[in-house]
């Protein structure tokens, strides 16, 4: 079975312009989750989408933003970039209503 | 803001020694997740031990939880050097009917061969 998938892997940017990230969840999976990691840090919570729908967002700027798609992938859009924004980005995905979840190995994003 | 803290933030020991790491939250929870991250990759899911248990095991871990003092512990037997990687604790959090996983920053653990 094939795990949750994320591109690119590295994403190299100029403060200002924006980026996109995407994810593939498991196969079955509806619910995909975005994380924050920045360098020597926790998790902090971005997005929730389950069924096409943001169920829940975390406390970030507007400039984050997302959406699934009919297939349940996703994809995080970050705008106006700031340096602050360089982190590593993980994607998660879980069975609908499930509390286990299943992390992609994430987007390392790099604002120069 | 950060729920689960783990403690200590960094462990070092001997391949073969027990490692105990511990995580303390704030409210009260549905269950308690721990994960693993190895080298600043994906993390993966290791156990979860709902409000009404006292103790999980899978295979050399070993999960408590004591919601009197808002606490857990991870235990692993007979470590290995395969098990340096840094561990996070996981607890739910519903606010308005929104639920997410609210992450403690993790402990590093070092397993020296």
């Known amino acids: 079975e094939a795990g949750v998938t994320q591109s690119p892997t590295h994403l190299i940017k100029t403060r200002g312009q924006q980026a996109t990230l995407r994810c593939s969840p498991i196969?079955?999976?509806?619910?995909v989750y975005w994380y924050q990691q920045a360098l020597g840090l926790g998790l902090q919570f971005l997005l929730w989408y389950d069924e096409g729908e943001e169920r829940n967002r975390g406390n970030f700027p507007p400039r984050f933003s997302g959406r699934q798609f009919p297939n349940y992938s996703s994809e995080l859009n970050v705008n106006a970039l700031e340096l602050e924004d360089s982190a590593l980005y993980l994607c998660?995905?879980?069975?609908?209503?499930?509390?286990?979840?299943?992390f992609g190995p994430g987007t390392r994003l790099t604002v120069t | 803001s950060q729920q689960g803290e783990e403690d200590p933030q960094a462990l070092s020991i001997q391949e073969g020694e027990n490692a105990t790491m511990n995580c303390s939250y704030k409210?009260?929870?549905?269950?308690l997740q721990w994960y693993r991250q190895n080298s600043g990759r994906g993390l993966v899911h290791l156990i979860l031990i709902r409000s009404n248990e006292r103790e999980k095991h899978s295979g050399r871990l070993r999960v408590t939880l004591d919601t009197s003092k808002k606490s857990s512990s991870l235990l692993i037997t007979a470590s290995r050097a395969a098990d340096t990687a840094s561990y996070f604790c996981?607890?739910?959090?519903?606010?308005?009917?929104?639920?997410?996983?609210?992450w403690g920053a993790g402990t590093k653990l070092i397993i020296k061969p």
């Open positions: 998660a995905s879980s069975l609908q209503g499930a509390r286990e979840q299943y």
């Open positions: 196969s079955g999976h509806t619910s």
């Open positions: 996981a607890t739910d959090s519903w606010r308005d009917s929104n639920y997410q996983l609210i």
């Open positions: 409210t009260s929870i549905n269950n």
